[in-house]
């Protein structure tokens, strides 16, 4: 074999590292799945403890459903009226969330609501004894300090 080949077989070689490599660096590394609803369920009258997963382990909170929430997933609150628990910020949403009242329980597509003006879910600023809320809903980026 002459040298010019060996030259050749190396470029070649060489070649084929760098494009393996690539795919190496470009691949993303498969992180571990875990179970989170795409919607969270909100209702006062469901048994204490629930995740919100569905309406019979509902969040009994406005506010827990909220936290846990992720960004991006959809919480359904049946009818009623909801205080928040911080008078100075009310209910505090700080990412990207759908919200959607005027749900009975046990609902499972977003149609089968009644018009609002039949179901209303209210959310309120008069706190009883507290006094009233500086904001019934405060939407911001970050947590409060």
């Known amino acids: 074999m002459t040298s010019k080949s060996y030259v ?10 760098l494009v393996t490599i690539g795919v190496l660096f470009i691949r993303r590394p498969v992180l571990a799945q875990h179970y989170v609803p795409a919607r ?16 019979g382990a509902a969040w009994q909170s406005l506010d827990d459903a909220i936290l846990n929430q992720l960004p991006g997933g959809a919480i359904w ?11 100075i910020t009310g209910f505090n949403i700080t990412k990207p969330l759908q919200l959607y009242g005027g749900f009975v329980g046990g609902e499972t ?17 008069n706190l009883g004894a507290p006094g ?7 939407i911001s980026h970050r947590e409060p300090d």
């Open 40 to 55: 969270m369920y909100v209702n006062p009258a469901a048994a204490p403890g629930g995740d919100g997963a569905t309406w």
């Open 8 to 17: 050749l077989r190396f470029e070649r070689l060489r070649l084929l590292m």
């Open 77 to 87: 609150v049946v009818t009623g009226s909801f205080k928040p628990t911080s008078q």
């Open 132 to 138: 009233v809320a500086r904001h019934v809903v405060t």
């Open 109 to 125: 597509s977003i149609g089968q609501r009644l018009p609002a003006n039949l179901n209303a879910t209210i959310l309120e600023g």
